[in-house]
T-cell receptor, first 116, second 110 residues
Framework: GAVVSQHPSRVICKSGTSVKIECRSLDFQATTMFWYRQFPKQSLMLMATSNEGSKATYEQGVEKDKFLINHASLTLSTLTVTSAHPEDSSFYIC????????????FGEGSRLTVL | EDKVVQSPLSLVVHEGDTVTLNCSYE??????LLWYKQEKKAPTFLFMLTSSGIEKKSGRLSSILDKKELFSILNITATQTGDSAVYLC??????????FGKGTRLHILP
């Protein structure tokens, strides 16, 4: 199956610093990538939809200045958590759509962020 | 409001049993319904369903979609302990949004 690589898998940072998470589709081009946040024992919460070459579309309640998303190429999207605080600690997962319309969705391995 | 509802939220069965997981939805601009299995990390893809009445199978797992009644089921026969996981149902919309249900936490007892 298609492979989506997410890096880093774990990151610990101090409060106030910024953290960048990368999501790469390794064997297909992804015009659309999605970023999710998942709290323990809860489902995936969509944060934003990232389209190559254009601004991300954020879900209601997600601060776009805090969670910066860049989709610079057809194989790479990045999520930067700016000025991180302990409440930003969570599991962040990206997914990439293979194909333009009815393409399947493949997930990265997720990144566990801990903010001290 | 668009929503995806899964039931049951949790299920405990014995190895060898057959289970049926349910997913109902009310969404605009339906494109497809997706099933995922999530163990410790990110979800892994199981099925994508776009047409009613066509069963998709993969080993002991199968799934079917009813677009008239707006639901899907995921069946697992002859369950094994390795089937223990959270099973997520999601609906993919034409405007590129994907809405997830809360998941069904399945635990298989040896």
């Amino acid at each position: 199956g298609a492979v989506v690589s997410q890096h880093p898998s774990r990151v610990i940072c101090k409060s106030g610093t910024s953290v960048k998470i990368e999501c790469r589709s390794l064997d297909f081009q992804a015009t659309t990538m999605f970023w999710y946040r998942q709290f323990p024992k809860q489902s995936l919460m969509l944060m934003a939809t990232s389209n190559e070459g254009s601004k991300a579309t954020y879900e209601q309640g997600v601060e776009k200045d805090k969670f910066l998303i860049n989709h610079a190429s057809l194989t790479l999207s990045t999520l930067t958590v700016t000025s991180a605080h302990p409440e930003d600690s969570s599991f962040y997962i990206c997914s990439a759509r293979r194909g333009l319309t009815t393409g399947e969705l493949f997930f990265g391995e997720g990144s566990r962020l801990t903010v001290l | 409001e668009d929503k995806v509802v899964q039931s049951p939220l949790s299920l405990v069965v014995h190895e060898g049993d057959t289970v049926t997981l349910n997913c109902s939805y009310e969404v605009t601009n339906f494109r497809s319904l997706l099933w995922y299995k999530q163990e410790k990390k990110a979800p892994t893809f199981l099925f994508m369903l776009t047409s009613s009445g066509i069963e998709k199978k993969s080993g002991r797992l199968s799934s079917i979609l009813d677009k008239k009644e707006l639901f899907s089921i995921l069946n697992i026969t002859a369950t094994q302990t390795g089937d223990s996981a959270v099973y997520l149902c999601a609906v993919d919309q034409r405007d590129d949004k994907i809405i997830f249900g809360k998941g069904t936490r399945l635990h298989i007892l040896p």
